[in-house]
């Protein structure tokens, strides 16, 4: 009884090994995927999904987040869109909202693309504003709000964001001042600043960085304490920053040293 126990033991050892690999397998070729997803996809409980999604990231080999799952990649990894759209929504729909609740009626707002500068469209309301955008789908959203006024900066599209780069996109962008800039980016550290993955982008980003009275981070506790490959700024460019309290976890630390810096952290 006790020979035959083991030999069960070791059967679920060994068909749980496959299925981790290949949940793997599925991580890497998707890039970002939820924990419902894979639940069905392998016909197992979420509670069994959970606990090799911790095995794998104990191991170095995933990256979790809220209700999902990343693959590592080096910090020239850029997630799509819709890769974005499926990690952390909750804290992206708070970190929005509040976001939202500091335009104010006849401001100038400057937004980027992003999933989480999306947020803060879907909830402006019918506040009348002039906005100013290089993203094709956030254009799209505003222009479905009746108060805006809306500005869409022309160039190069990137497939991956949907954001336009490139000089012409700078030389547009010189010709304007606004009141806020709300960006969202990949990366926040106090010692590299704030990064996303592409060159193009980061250089539009500073040129709005210029134009904008204010300079406000959107940004779910996942990006901070991460580098991505390209800078956009220091952090001392910025005037605030918006994130929920995920922050309190692992990097409290970074309220002090930004409220040292005469930056603003708003925690939702």
């Not at 009746?146 to 954001?163: D, T």
Request: charged residues 30%; hydrophobic residues 40%; proline residues 2%.
């Amino acid at each position: 009884m006790v020979e035959r126990k083991q030999e069960i033991g070791e059967i679920g050892k060994m068909l749980a090994r496959e299925r981790q690999q290949k949940i793997l397998q599925e991580v890497k070729r998707q890039r970002a995927i939820k924990v419902k997803e894979l639940s069905k996809l392998f016909n197992v409980s979420e509670m069994t999904i959970r606990r090799d999604l911790e095995k794998l990231s104990r191991q170095g080999l995933i990256e979790r987040v809220h209700g999902g799952v990343l693959s590592i990649d080096g910090t020239a990894f850029e997630p799509t869109f819709r890769e974005k759209e499926i990690v952390n929504m909750e804290e992206k729909i708070k970190i929005g909202k509040k976001a939202a609740s500091l335009v104010k009626e006849n401001d100038t707002v400057c937004l980027g693309p992003g999933t989480t500068v999306m947020q803060i469209v879907k909830n402006l309301g019918e506040k009348r504003i002039t906005a100013l955008t290089n993203s094709l789908n956030i254009a799209f959203e505003l222009s479905k709000i009746p108060n805006v006024r809306l500005f869409v900066i022309g160039g190069e599209v990137r497939s991956e964001s949907y954001a336009m780069v490139g000089p012409e996109t700078e030389d547009y962008l010189r010709r304007f001042y606004v009141d806020k800039f709300f960006v969202g980016v990949n990366g926040f550290t106090i010692e590299h600043g704030i990064t996303i993955p592409n060159p193009s982008e980061a250089a539009v980003y500073r040129e709005m960085i210029k134009l904008s009275r204010e300079t406000i981070v959107v940004a779910d506790h996942t990006k901070l304490g991460r580098v991505s490959f390209a800078k956009i700024a220091d952090v001392e460019c910025i005037d605030a920053l918006i994130t929920d309290s995920g922050i309190y976890e692992r990097y409290e630390g970074y309220i002090r040293e930004l409220q040292a810096r005469e930056i603003k952290v708003i925690v939702v």
